[in-house]
């Protein structure tokens, strides 16, 4: 991806999400975006990539581009990290007045690169 560079923390800076926006008119634009970063950041060995809200047609075109992952509810997140989670604001949240815990829920779970994927819809 041009223009992109490994994110560095602070030094001393606890262990936590590395978030990126990744913006696209349709799901079709943001795939090769989505790839990209995977790509770049596959020299952390990221396992367990995860969509949330379980967005089966981000992960369906995902993994027509060879890209393994999984999509899950948020809820069922709690306790368990995540090495690499996409976050799809496609799919609306079930419970919208708890939009601040599940946002907490996910940056807090996940260990590694947070990808948060915002479209037109």
């Known amino acids: 991806?041009?223009?992109t560079s490994n994110i560095v923390p602070y030094k001393g800076t606890p262990p936590v999400a590395?978030?990126?926006v990744v913006y696209g008119e349709s799901e079709?634009?943001?795939i090769p975006k989505i790839e990209s970063i995977i790509?770049?950041?596959k020299i952390f060995d990221l396992k367990n990539t995860c969509i949330l809200e379980r967005d089966y047609n981000l992960r369906n075109l995902l993994s027509r581009k060879n890209i393994k992952v999984e999509s899950d509810f948020i809820l069922s997140?709690?306790?368990l990290k995540k090495e690499c989670v996409?976050?799809?604001t496609y799919i609306p949240l079930e419970f919208e007045k708890e939009a601040f815990e599940f946002a907490y829920t996910i940056i807090t779970r996940t260990?590694?690169?947070l990808i948060i994927v915002?479209?037109?819809q």
């Open 111 to 113: 260990s590694g690169v």
């Open 118 to 120: 915002i479209t037109e």
């Open 77 to 79: 997140l709690k306790g």
């Open 86 to 88: 996409i976050w799809s």
């Open 1 to 3: 991806m041009k223009g």
């Open 28 to 30: 079709e634009v943001l």
């Open 18 to 20: 590395r978030p990126i």
């Open 39 to 41: 790509e770049h950041y």
